[in-house]
């Protein structure tokens, strides 16, 4: 499984970013998907996920209510929709795929991801 993450960019404060993640490789619709943020110097940490089969999210405390994670299984692709961007939020986001299939609930955890992008890089400066 490749997944290759884009969309980031340098925005101001209060604007908004879609990041898309597109995979290929291995059966997209069996598997939970995620999104983890790493600023500079930080660990990197769980942002959103969005179940298998897409009916269910799960959000960091940081960005819910500012986030939409979302998916298409006929596309293999997966969103991140940011918006009112904080400073705070820079860094870089990663995509990842669950490595359990057709888990029950949703990954938080790193471990939980079996597959992950390179990343792309989202800079909030004013």
């Known amino acids: 499984v490749q997944l290759q993450a884009s969309g980031g960019g340098l925005v101001q404060p209060g604007d908004s970013l879609r990041l898309s993640c597109v995979a290929s490789g291995g059966i997209f619709s069996d598997y939970s998907m995620g999104w983890f943020h790493q600023a500079p110097g930080k660990e990197r940490e769980f942002v959103a996920a969005?179940?298998?089969?897409?009916?269910?999210?799960f959000y960091s405390a940081s960005v819910k209510g500012r986030f939409t994670i979302s998916r298409d299984n006929a596309k293999n692709m997966v969103w991140l929709q940011m918006r009112n961007l904080k400073p705070e939020d820079s860094g870089v986001y990663y995509c990842a795929q669950d490595g359990y299939r057709r888990r029950t609930g949703l990954p938080e955890l790193g471990p939980d991801y079996r597959y992950w992008g390179r990343g792309t890089q989202v800079t909030v400066s004013s």
């Open positions: 969005v179940g298998w089969a897409g009916g269910n999210t």
